[in-house]
T-cell receptor
Framework: AQTVTQSQPEMSVQEAETVTLSCTYDTSESDYYLFWYKQPPSRQMILVIRQEAYKQQNATENRFSVNFQKAAKSFSLKISDSQLGDAAMYFC???????????FGKGITLSVRP | DAGVTQSPTHLIKTRGQQVTLRCSPK?????VSWYQQALGQGPQFIFQYYEEEERQRGNFPDRFSGHQFPNYSSELNVNALWLGDSALYLCASSFTGTRHYEQYFGPGTRLTVT
């Protein structure tokens, strides 16, 4: 079974600084997708960024980028120029190519200091 | 373009009762997945519906059942409620026709069992 591990329960970053959130996963599949979701106090789960395992290039979406290390099964999220609105819970999630369910990590609470 | 909607927003039930939660998918989506998110945890996959049939199921008892209607909307039913069923229930929709099967989440229904 696939598992997703987020070992840091909480992190804090100064506004305008850069922060990296860690995630590791375990799978025997070769075709899969990885995601980072953001869940603010409003509860709505918002997709931040997606990475396809077959792509070597790391995904980037504006201030958000990932460091995808397939051999190490590591998928970290870097947030640059952190903003107060980035404060939320962040979940790393996995989905195999032949299986549409998402497997989530336990999440990490990110706080942003003004 | 309306996103995923869920109703009701909040619900309070007593142990042993039954509850029905509703979800309308994003326009153009044909697949609905349900997740249970306990406080401070990542969402756990309950089941997924496609073409009005349960396509995949997570590790949840038969007390959890669902339905998908011809217009792709879906219901989640939980019978014989336990205190442990108190959680945020998230619905996610996707389109089974693209490689990515990207899932978009609704705002959730907060269920409290007393």
């Amino acid at each position: 079974a696939q598992t997703v591990t987020q070992s840091q329960p909480e992190m804090s970053v100064q506004e305008a600084e850069t922060v990296t959130l860690s995630c590791t996963y375990d799978t025997s599949e070769s075709d899969y997708y990885l995601f980072w979701y953001k869940q603010p106090p409003s509860r709505q789960m918002i997709l931040v960024i997606r990475q396809e395992a077959y792509k070597q290039q790391n995904a980037t979406e504006n201030r958000f980028s990932v460091n995808f290390q397939k051999a190490a099964k590591s998928f970290s999220l870097k947030i640059s120029d952190s903003q107060l609105g980035d404060a939320a819970m962040y979940f790393c999630a996995y989905k195999s190519g032949a299986n549409s369910k998402l497997t989530f990590g336990k999440g990490i609470t990110l706080s942003v200091r003004p | 373009d309306a996103g995923v909607t869920q109703s009701p927003t909040h619900l309070i039930k007593t142990r042993g009762q039954q509850v029905t939660l509703r979800c309308s998918p994003k326009s153009g989506h044909d697949t609905v997945s349900w997740y249970q998110q306990a406080l401070g945890q990542g969402p756990q996959f309950i089941f997924q519906y496609y073409e009005e049939e349960e396509r995949q199921r997570g590790n949840f008892p038969d007390r959890f059942s669902g339905h998908q209607f011809p217009n792709y909307s879906s219901e989640l039913n939980v019978n014989a409620l336990w205190l442990g069923d108190s959680a945020l229930y998230l619905c996610a929709s996707s389109f089974t026709g693209t490689r990515h099967y990207e899932q978009y989440f609704g705002p959730g229904t907060r269920l409290t069992v007393t």
